[in-house]
């Protein structure tokens, strides 16, 4: 009932309702330099419309179907906001501020003003909700995807010779990480067709069993392939942290440096360099 | 399927070439010919490229150690060559390491590898001669 009589006041009052909305939202301090007046007005025109058909045709439940389309506009709005960096507070603005020019209007109506303000609050607090629930959703899916660029730039493999790869460790090692260090690790040893591959844990803070274990997997997967795996810069905690661990690092070799790893390496391969001297 | 994965006598090697996606009996069969065929050419190196092989199983696994290991006994080199990292990685995470199977990264290596370790053998032989002349001729 209730329902109805609200579908009917927003209908009858939409000019008079966009306007007073717009000027509510302009008052409660959006960067114009972030929203133009232009684009107010067209998301709030798009959304009052959106509202009107689905209050008049779904009820007020905003789980039925027929609020689908505000919805999508609430959920594309919140993307676009999240996207552009806007504060959480200015997204929500956008749907709470209709409140007020709204509530003015019940006012003025006559019947039964309480119940009207009771259904159009809940309403529009689960909107607001659902905007923010959005909101969240896409800032969260920016982060993942930062995690996830991030996870890719930070395990570069280098090629410091033909036939010999390096990989610099850098920050903290967890499994997730180190599995996507073996897969590239591995793929570019088949791509380059590399005998030698150089892990330098240099960078790497603390190593425990399991990132141990895994760096013994990802050794032994490489020799399997055919490569072989040399660890260098170990430092002296970490040293003493993997013996004190009792981890058996078997026949892997370890060297001190990158550099004493990468002389390894070349006599492997049977390369010698040789200074070049000026004078003679 | 009486399919059988072809063992091919180059020289004093055996190169095996799997082409296809290897199931248990296909296996079994292959550790049988390989076997007779060692003995009958007095093959001193086999050469199994898996780079073909995309999906293995801990029998899978176990076999091609086997095959190894009855290898080394008949006096014959084995050396695996062209492993998938796909491949690697489920190995080493079924706890195969394969342990005393040699492996390179593709058929050249793995052909230049099984040339110096079955030469050196030779060599290591020929030096052998030459000590004991020469112990012989320090002895007169």
Wanted: proline letters at 3%.
């Amino acid at each position: 009932m209730t329902v109805t009589v609200l579908a009917e006041l927003l209908q009858q009052n939409e000019t008079a309702l966009l306007d007073r909305w717009i000027a509510v939202q302009r008052a409660a301090g959006i960067d114009p330099n972030r929203l133009d007046d232009r684009s107010i007005t067209d998301n709030a025109r798009d959304l009052l419309h959106a509202l009107v058909r689905a209050i008049s045709e779904g009820g007020d439940d905003i789980e039925h179907p027929q609020w689908r389309p505000v919805k999508q506009l609430l959920e594309r709005l919140s993307h676009v906001h999240s996207q552009q960096g806007f504060p959480p507070t200015e997204t929500a603005t956008f749907v709470l501020s209709l409140k007020e020019p709204l509530f003015r209007l019940i006012q003025k109506s006559d019947g039964n003003t309480i119940e009207l303000l009771w259904a159009c609050t809940r309403l529009f607090d689960q909107l607001g909700l659902f905007t923010m629930q959005a909101y969240m959703a896409s800032r969260e899916q920016v982060i993942r995807e930062q995690q996830e660029s991030m996870l890719e730039l930070s395990t570069p493999v280098v090629q410091l010779w033909k036939g010999v790869l390096a990989v610099p460790l850098i920050g903290s090692l967890d499994s997730n990480r180190t599995q996507v260090v073996m897969e590239a690790l591995l793929q570019k040893i088949v791509d380059t067709e590399s005998d030698i591959a150089i892990i330098d844990i240099t960078g790497v803070p603390t190593v425990d069993t399991m990132v141990a274990q895994h760096l013994l997997k990802t050794i032994t997967a490489a020799k399997l392939m055919g490569a072989k795996c040399i660890i260098s810069g170990i430092r002296p905690q970490i040293a003493a942290t993997i013996v004190h661990l009792g981890v058996e690092l078997g026949d892997v070799v370890t060297k001190a440096s990158l550099a004493d790893a990468f002389q390894l390496a070349l006599r492997e391969l049977n390369v010698r360099l040789v200074a070049n001297r000026l004078g003679a | 399927m009486t399919a059988k994965i072809p063992i091919l006598k180059m020289g004093d090697y055996l190169l095996i070439s799997i082409q296809v996606d290897m199931h248990d009996q296909l296996a079994l069969d292959l550790q049988e010919d390989l076997t007779e065929q060692i003995v009958r050419h007095s093959a001193k190196g086999v050469l199994i490229d898996i780079s073909a092989l995309e999906i293995v199983d801990s029998f899978i696994g176990r076999t091609l150690s086997h095959i190894a290991s009855v290898a080394r006994i008949l006096d014959a080199k084995v050396i695996v060559v062209g492993m998938q990292p796909a491949v690697a990685i489920t190995l080493v995470e079924l706890g195969l390491s394969l342990d005393g199977i040699a492996t390179a990264l593709n058929v050249e290596k793995g052909m230049a590898w099984l040339q110096r370790n079955v030469n050196e053998g030779l060599r290591v032989e020929a030096e052998r001669d030459d000590d004991r002349d020469a112990a012989a001729e320090t002895g007169d």
